[in-house]
Each structure stands twice: as C-alpha cells, then as structure tokens.
C-alpha cells in the first residue's frame, strides 16, 4: 500500500470524501492561526529548510515539510507556493514510478492521447464544481511539463541524451507558444496541445504522447487539491479502499522526517502474521533501500501480484534492523474495529471507525449488535479520531443509525444533480447516549458524522477540531484509457447549513492529546486523555433504558 490509501474494478461514479497522500492538513488549526502573531523569521527559516530538500531532489520530503509548515501558518502564500511547486515534482517523480501510467502511454497513438486529454477537459466542464478557464489550464499543462524536463525519470524516459542540451530552449519556446495563443475553448485547448507536442518532438524529438501526458495530468491536477489524474494503479486502488479489499501487505505506511514508518497494521494481513508492529520503520525493500530511491519509490516497491513474495528491512525504534519476507495476497480491511465494552458496569461500549466504504454500514450493525448483546445499555463512545472519510453514502447511512428524523447533510455545486439534501429516517434508530471523539485527521465524511451528531444535539463531541475538509469528489474513469480522474464537485454543509471547508467541526469539549493510540487501542490506564474524557462523560449521561433500534 501507498502511504495513507487504502489499495475492483468497478467502472461507475463514486462520491468519496477521503483525504489522500500529501493534501494538505492546515485547515484544523485555522481559527486558531488566525489569532495568533506571525514571526517573518520563523516563515523565512520553514522556506530556508524547504528549500535545501528542494535542492537535493527530496521532493517527498519537501512536500511533507510544507505540508507540516502550512497547518503551523495557513493563509501563508509563500509557503503554499513552495508547497504547490513540491507537489507538481512530487507528482512527476510518483507517476514515472507507476508502471501502469508507463503501460498506458505506451499503448496510446498521438490522436488518442490528444482524445484523452479532450475528454480530461470535458469531465471538468462537466462535473468541476466550478466553471473551467481555459487557457488557465493549458498553462498549468505547460508549467507541468516544464517541471517534467527538469526530472530524471521524465528525461531518462523521453529525452535522448545527444538532445538534453535543447531543454532549455525548448522551455524558452514553450512559454512564447502557450503565451501567444488565445484559448477560448476546450477545441482551442486540444489544438494548443497538439502544437505543443509537436514543437516538443522538433526542438527536442519528445514524443508528443509524452508531452500530452502532461498536459492532462497539469490540467486536472491543478484544480485543488483533492482533484487529480489517476493512473490506472491509482484508480484501482481507490476502488479497492471503497470496497474495503487490496491485494498487499496489509499496512498503513505514513512518511515522517524522510522515513517511511508503518502507522497501522490491518488485524488478520500477512504483516500482521510475519511479526511487523506498528512503529516499525521500512529501511529496504527488496535490498533497494528507502533512502537510495525515495519514499515514493519504495512505496510502489510494496505493490505486486497476488502470492507474490516481498523482502522487508525494518527496525523498531532503537532495536537492530531484521529481515522479513512477506507474502502479498488479499487483505479486507475493516472499517469498525477496537470494538469492546469499556464499562461493563454502566454498559458503556467504545468502538473504533476508521473510514467510510462499502462495507462500513454492515460492519457497524455487527458492531452494535455484538456490544448489545455484551450488555451496552448505558452508552457508545464512538472513535472518529484519524477517520480520513470516504464514501458519502456510507456516511450518511451511518447517521441515520443514531437520528430518527431531520437534514443529515446538504450538498451544493455548479451542475443541478450535486444539490441535494440527505435526511433521517426513523427505522432502525439506535437511542443510546453518544460520545463521539474527533481530532485533527477527522476528516470530510468523520465531520458529517460528527457535524450532524452536534447539530441534532445527539451526543457530545470531544477532542481537537477536526481537519476542515467541506467538499465531495466524484471518481470517473477515462474511457479512452484504463486511466481516471478525481474531481471535486461540490461542497457539503452542516444540517444547520454551517459549512465545513477550512473551518472544520469543534468539539464540545476540547482535550489535547500528544499522539492517537496504535491501531485503535483502549489504553485502560488512562493514558488516553481524549478517551478518558470522554468515558467520564459517558459514565455522567448512561442511561439504562433498552437502546436497541425501534
């Protein structure tokens, strides 16, 4: 798996909310930037720090160190900057790594790329929750490929070496010939593109293909940044995080300091099986080790085949480096877990989702009706903490188990099938006290859920304000490729209409906490604050009336 997804093939229109790999995480924290004095020297050393990553090509770092620079200071247009331009190398660095980005480029003549990319344009004119400018994304397109002849991997592929030396007047000549174009429309688009390839394969004998590639992935890539090209590995990967299944190991990967790190092993996976913990640091992968490819690299290393072997170097912090060797297969990752009873005594019950898919409204019935049966009477503390999102469906149907009647969410965007307003039904209703516990990865369908917990007045929210993430993507496939895109297509509010876009929910009770338990853990001891917070409440508001649905 790649850092923070989930990795089917199911050719239809999701509306996901899930936060991915390097989306910015600043938007929690905003209110509280916004009161708080700036201090140009600390701006000037985070850019000063950023920029030595940048020029030792450690992109992936880089655009962590942004990404950790802009939550301390959002609205820091310096820093967004820098954070943009890591990102677009990140981008090129991660796509020439994917071998199924190199297989579908491979497979495409100039005139169905050039189509790709028309139809890349028509499903932002037809689906981007804002009107689409044309000549704005032809010179994103252009900005992309300029960033893409300055990248090995690009070169290496595309760029014979007796030509390398015509890059940059090929660049020089880019910027005049998207400069001096009028695009009016998505035809003027395609034709600016054409033009562009063919400058490229003249001054530089670039294939063409190569630079339509760019184009398209600038185009959608820019939007914001939940919206993306994906490659056909991507596509399939975020399939299998809606269905709930991967073929893999069966980790959570997050990228700290330039280490790759696992931060959560899936119970039952074959990393579970073979001994890796949570905490332990990848150091190698097939003797490749991180630090000579890039945590990107290294990530992708982790996919293969189904029965396929992997050989894992990995080390606990402070302990000597060991070998494991792994066997991909596939994993069904659950999205309730931790699920116990936390006070018998009360019948106070605590259970743990961790994202939004297909299976999350069947996985909690199990949940719920497992805990009844253990005697929950008295509460629920439900744990939405590190809960990145998912599907908007799956996120409303789990509102619906807690709310009989009222507005669950609304939804509003440019085209008429985006507005829309989701509302309770009585049937099946769960009326047990809640206690829902946030923080700051809580994000997009964890803040429905929570947003519409505090609105109705259902239960109490504690823990830090959640990640601020108000907008729905749509996933579509590209017919002219095995290839798709994620857009985002419209924003989401509160029952009460509040919106949650950079704002986030608050929690009723704000408690800190210095790190979220390993893979869900219950620490009785209270070394969980937000947790014992939270029971103490539950233990405050227990009732023992029959909480089963009516």
Known sequence: MRPRVLPSR???????????????????????????????????????????LEVENRWDEALAHYEKAIRRFPGQASLERRFDFSRMHYDVRRRYADASFAET???????????????????????????????????????????????????????????????????QALRREIGERVIRTREDAREAVRAAGDLGQRVLGLAPVAAVFEFACGAANS?????????????????????????????????????????????????????????????????????????????????????????????????????????????????VDGVRMIDTQQGIGYLRLTCFQKTTCRDLDDALWRLNREGMRGGLIMDLRGNPGGLLVSAVEVVDKFLDHGVIVSTRGR????????????????????VVLIDQESASAAEIFAGAIQDHRRGTLVGQQSYGKGSVQGIFPLHASLAGMRLTTAKFYSPNSRPYSVVGVKPDIEVHQAARPVNG??????????????????????????????
């Open 10 to 52: 199911v050719f239809a229109r999701f509306a996901i909310l899930a936060i991915l790999p390097f989306l910015l995480a600043w938007t929690a924290a905003w209110a509280a930037a916004q009161e708080s004095p700036v201090d140009p020297a600390e701006i000037g050393e985070l850019l000063r720090q950023g920029r030595r």
């Open 105 to 171: 480029m491979d497979g495409l003549a100039l005139p169905a790329a050039l189509d790709l990319y028309d139809e890349v344009l028509l499903k932002i004119q037809s689906h981007y929750v804002e009107a689409p400018h044309w000549k704005e994304l032809v010179e994103q397109g252009a900005n992309t490929l300029d960033i893409a002849l300055v990248e090995d991997a690009f070169l290496r592929r595309n760029v014979a070496a007796d030509k390398l030396g015509a890059v940059g007047a090929f660049r």
């Open 223 to 335: 939007l914001d940044v939940y919206s993306a090209y994906l490659t056909a590995d991507q596509l399939n990967e975020i399939y299998s995080q809606i269905e709930g299944n991967f073929v893999g190991l069966g980790i959570e990967l997050k990228l700290e300091d330039g280490r790759l790190v696992i931060l959560r092993v899936i119970p039952g996976s074959p990393a579970e099986e073979v001994g890796i913990h949570p905490r332990d640091e990848i150091l190698a992968v097939d003797g490749r080790t991180v630090s000579e490819t890039s945590t990107a690299e290294a990530a992708n290393l982790l996919q293969g085949e189904s029965g396929s072997f992997v050989e894992l170097s990995l080390a606990a912090r402070g302990e000597a480096p060991r070998l494991l060797r792994v066997q991909r297969r596939r994993v069904d990752v659950p999205s």
């Open 415 to 434: 085209s008429l099938q985006e507005i829309f307003t989701y509302s309770a039904h009585a049937a099946g209703t769960w009326r047990m006290p809640l």
């Open 521 to 550: 853990a219950i620490d009785p001891a209270g070394e969980d604050p937000v947790l014992a917070a939270a029971l103490q409440i539950a233990r405050q508001t227990a009732v023992r009336p029959a909480t089963t649905p009516r």
